[in-house]
């Protein structure tokens, strides 16, 4: 396991990215406290007792009813025999149950793993044969096509169930119940023994003490495709936890009670996991849930409704403030107008024309941060209280900072560390961005020689290896140029997928586009495209390679076009460029069927 070589995280006040950009209201420093998550939300519970902390199916949850329902689960699960370093995964979309299970897991020193809700089974066995969990807690519709298949083969022991409206009692919700007890999916959970997790809710609290050390155990396993693109799990301790949660929370101009989180993206996720989750308990706020992706109706009609008197926040990739930007019944949600004040857009970047329509129609403020799940996952956004600057991926957060070094060996040292004699800066310095913080992982989950590729030692710190290329501003904000892995190597010239993307959406009839390499016999790899035209357009791929000739350089233009009624995302809304890749005739040629 490695070993933290420092206890501090302080970073030079002297650096330049603290110059120009950095937001008054933001400490530079902050002594990040070695606490566990649960003694984290104690502390905001005494706080905030009676406020709200979670909003789901029109019912209202408030601080202490949550820790009372943790309480419960938790005395539940250590008298089932999850003891502290076993696993506990967890199959359920956004909900009451999703939340508390993960602060009574990690309560009694278990270690909380959440699932993707749209995996099939043999992505999901795939996850339990690298965790390894001793329990499960499934939502009751998805246990028979996802769960039932692969439950035999897996090391869970124990399976808790629950219906996705079990906690939901509020009064709207009530005078409804009657239309939507045929809509709510159910289903049977037959494994032996299994539980009924409000049957667990009942269990007198009497939480056992468990000794744990912040910065060696892990809170969460969190899958990741890392820098080599296979799956992973990711160490993240107590310590990266609350560090990364509070790290937000000052980001966001520090504790705002009563400011609601909009909770469109997936809990299992990283983004999630800190922004939504961790980060609202850390502002004194709440999180707006939703079990199922919201249409912009439904969103803007929530959003209305619900009071929020502080604003809110919103994070998520671009094509989710795309679409409400462009929302033409926004006009008849005048209440949305001016809320949506803290919106991060992650997982890609923010264009000016998407964050300009967004301002203009919904009166909000949008960002572009970055980050990874390695980094739990946040690692820098841009102003959100003044101006700031567009086409790059903001300042590193409180008590972060990142440097540039050569991609294809760290240990000739940094490029560039954002220091006031430092001079190699501009693209022709580009090199893998390297982050060091208290949010950087523990490890890659019994891969240590994946590990040691990814955290490395550099006077006396250790760096976080990003497997992004990118350069750094003389004001020290970063440009990410594209990943390590998927740079295109055609005639011996380095092309950026994510450079070519952006120039081929400067077309006005490009909506989206993907890059990828494809094999060639002479070139070695050839740039494909493939595009999503605006409503209307009849452009064809002759007509766009065509205009690529007049405006792009020579090894950047697409060999290839493809046109797709629509680009491929996964939940979270980054482009799928790799499943384009791999399923197209000429990869599938040279490599052959792509492996499960």
Same mark, same amino acid.
């Given at each position: 396991?490695?070993?933290?070589?420092?206890?501090?995280?302080?970073?030079?006040?002297?650096?330049?990215?603290?110059?120009?950009?950095?937001?008054?209201?933001?400490?530079?420093?902050?002594?990040?406290?070695?606490?566990?998550?649960?003694?984290? =939300?104690? #502390?905001?519970?005494?706080?905030?007792? @009676?406020?709200?902390?979670?909003?789901?199916?029109?019912?209202?949850?408030?601080?202490?009813?949550?820790?009372?329902?943790?309480?419960?689960?938790?005395?539940?699960?250590?008298?089932?025999?999850?003891?502290?370093?076993?696993?506990?995964?967890?199959?359920?979309?956004?909900?009451?149950?999703?939340?508390?299970?993960?602060?009574?897991?990690?309560?009694?020193?278990?270690?909380?793993?959440?699932?993707?809700?749209?995996?099939?089974?043999?992505?999901?066995?795939?996850?339990?044969?690298?965790?390894?969990? $001793?329990?499960?807690?499934?939502?009751?519709? =998805?246990?028979?096509?996802?769960?039932?298949?692969?439950?035999?083969?897996?090391?869970?022991?124990?399976?808790?169930?629950?219906?996705?409206?079990?906690?939901?009692?509020? +009064?709207?919700?009530?005078?409804?119940?009657?239309?939507?007890?045929? $809509?709510?999916?159910?289903?049977?959970?037959?494994?032996?023994?299994?539980?009924?997790?409000?049957?667990?809710?009942?269990?007198?609290?009497?939480?056992?003490?468990?000794?744990?050390?912040?910065?060696?155990?892990?809170? /969460?396993?969190?899958?990741?495709?890392?820098?080599?693109? +296979?799956?992973?799990?990711?160490?993240?301790?107590?310590?990266?936890?609350?560090?990364?949660?509070?790290?937000?929370?000052?980001?966001?101009?520090?504790?705002?009670?009563?400011?609601?989180?909009?909770?469109?993206?997936?809990?299992?996720?990283?983004?999630?996991?800190?922004?939504?989750?961790?980060?609202?308990?850390? +502002?004194?706020?709440?999180?707006?849930?939703?079990?199922?992706?919201?249409?912009? @109706?439904?969103?803007?009609?929530?959003?209305?409704?619900?009071?929020?008197?502080?604003?809110?926040?919103?994070?998520?990739?671009?094509?989710?403030?795309?679409?409400?930007?462009?929302?033409?019944?926004?006009?008849?949600?005048?209440?949305?107008?001016?809320?949506?004040?803290?919106?991060?857009?992650?997982?890609?970047? =923010?264009?000016?024309?998407?964050?300009?329509?967004?301002?203009?129609?919904?009166?909000?403020?949008?960002?572009?941060?970055?980050?990874?799940?390695?980094? /739990?996952?946040?690692?820098?956004?841009?102003?959100?209280?003044?101006?700031?600057?567009?086409?790059?991926?903001?300042?590193?957060?409180?008590?972060? %900072?990142?440097?540039?070094?050569?991609?294809?060996?760290?240990?000739?040292?940094?490029?560039?560390?954002?220091?006031?004699?430092?001079?190699?800066?501009?693209?022709?310095?580009?090199?893998?961005?390297?982050?060091?913080?208290?949010?950087?992982?523990?490890?890659?989950?019994?891969?240590?020689? #994946?590990?040691? %590729?990814?955290?490395?030692?550099?006077?006396?710190?250790?760096?976080?290896?990003?497997?992004?290329?990118?350069?750094?501003?003389?004001?020290?904000?970063?440009?990410?140029?594209?990943?390590?892995?998927?740079?295109?190597?055609?005639?011996?010239?380095?092309?950026?997928?994510?450079?070519? %993307?952006?120039?081929?959406?400067?077309?006005?009839?490009?909506?989206?586009?993907?890059?990828?390499?494809?094999?060639? @016999?002479?070139?070695?790899?050839?740039?494909?495209?493939?595009?999503?035209?605006?409503?209307?357009?009849?452009?064809?791929?002759?007509?766009?390679?065509?205009?690529? %000739?007049?405006?792009?350089?020579?090894?950047?233009?697409?060999?290839?076009?493809?046109? =797709?009624?629509?680009?491929?995302?996964?939940?979270?809304?980054?482009?799928?460029?790799?499943?384009?890749?791999?399923?197209?005739?000429?990869?599938?040629?040279?490599?052959?069927?792509?492996?499960?």
């Amino acid at each position: 396991m490695p070993v933290k070589l420092e206890d501090k995280y302080q970073v030079d006040e002297n650096k330049i990215w603290f110059k120009k950009w950095w937001p008054e209201n933001v400490p530079k420093n902050y002594d990040f406290p070695e606490k566990t998550v649960n003694q984290f =939300l104690d #502390e905001q519970v005494e706080k905030h007792a @009676d406020r709200y902390i979670m909003w789901f199916l029109d019912t209202w949850m408030t601080y202490k009813e949550f820790q009372d329902h943790v309480k419960a689960l938790a005395t539940a699960l250590s008298q089932l025999g999850i003891k502290k370093g076993d696993v506990v995964a967890m199959h359920l979309g956004n909900c009451f149950q999703y939340v508390i299970g993960y602060y009574a897991i990690t309560r009694i020193g278990a270690i909380a793993s959440g699932i993707n809700p749209t995996y099939q089974p043999m992505e999901i066995l795939h996850q339990f044969d690298i965790i390894k969990p $001793k329990a499960l807690i499934a939502l009751d519709a =998805l246990y028979e096509p996802y769960i039932k298949p692969i439950i035999d083969k897996s090391s869970v022991e124990i399976v808790i169930y629950t219906n996705i409206a079990d906690l939901a009692h509020g +009064l709207g919700f009530k005078r409804t119940l009657g239309k939507l007890l045929k $809509k709510i999916p159910t289903g049977k959970v037959d494994f032996p023994g299994a539980l009924k997790f409000m049957d667990l809710l009942k269990t007198p609290p009497n939480v056992p003490e468990v000794k744990i050390d912040v910065k060696t155990h892990p809170s /969460t396993y969190i899958m990741t495709g890392g820098t080599t693109g +296979l799956p992973k799990a990711a160490v993240l301790t107590h310590f990266n936890v609350v560090s990364n949660a509070l790290q937000c929370a000052l980001w966001l101009g520090g504790e705002k009670p009563g400011i609601g989180s909009v909770g469109v993206l997936p809990l299992f996720h990283s983004f999630a996991h800190t922004v939504v989750m961790n980060a609202s308990i850390a +502002l004194g706020g709440w999180m707006m849930l939703f079990p199922r992706p919201p249409s912009q @109706d439904e969103l803007c009609a929530t959003i209305e409704k619900l009071p929020c008197p502080e604003g809110l926040i919103y994070a998520g990739a671009e094509i989710l403030f795309k679409r409400l930007a462009e929302f033409e019944g926004l006009k008849n949600y005048p209440g949305v107008m001016g809320k949506l004040m803290l919106c991060i857009s992650g997982a890609g970047p =923010l264009h000016r024309p998407v964050r300009d329509a967004f301002v203009k129609n919904t009166g909000g403020n949008i960002v572009e941060g970055y980050g990874l799940t390695e980094s /739990t996952p946040v690692v820098s956004a841009g102003n959100l209280f003044g101006e700031s600057p567009i086409g790059v991926i903001g300042l590193p957060v409180t008590g972060t %900072e990142w440097g540039i070094w050569p991609s294809e060996d760290f240990d000739k040292g940094p490029i560039c560390l954002g220091n006031p004699d430092d001079t190699n800066f501009g693209e022709e310095h580009t090199g893998e961005i390297c982050v060091h913080g208290p949010q950087v992982m523990l490890e890659y989950l019994n891969k240590p020689d #994946e590990t040691a %590729e990814t955290i490395k030692e550099y006077d006396g710190k250790l760096w976080l290896l990003t497997g992004d290329i990118g350069f750094m501003n003389s004001d020290g904000t970063i440009e990410i140029r594209d990943r390590k892995k998927q740079l295109i190597k055609y005639k011996g010239y380095s092309v950026y997928p994510k450079e070519v %993307e952006e120039l081929l959406m400067k077309h006005p009839e490009i909506s989206e586009a993907a890059v990828a390499g494809i094999p060639h @016999d002479e070139f070695g790899e050839a740039v494909k495209a493939w595009v999503q035209l605006t409503p209307g357009s009849t452009l064809t791929p002759e007509e766009i390679k065509k205009w690529a %000739e007049e405006n792009m350089t020579h090894y950047k233009r697409p060999y290839y076009v493809e046109i =797709l009624d629509e680009i491929p995302k996964n939940l979270i809304g980054k482009v799928q460029r790799r499943i384009l890749q791999i399923n197209d005739p000429l990869y599938k040629a040279k490599y052959g069927e792509p492996k499960e």
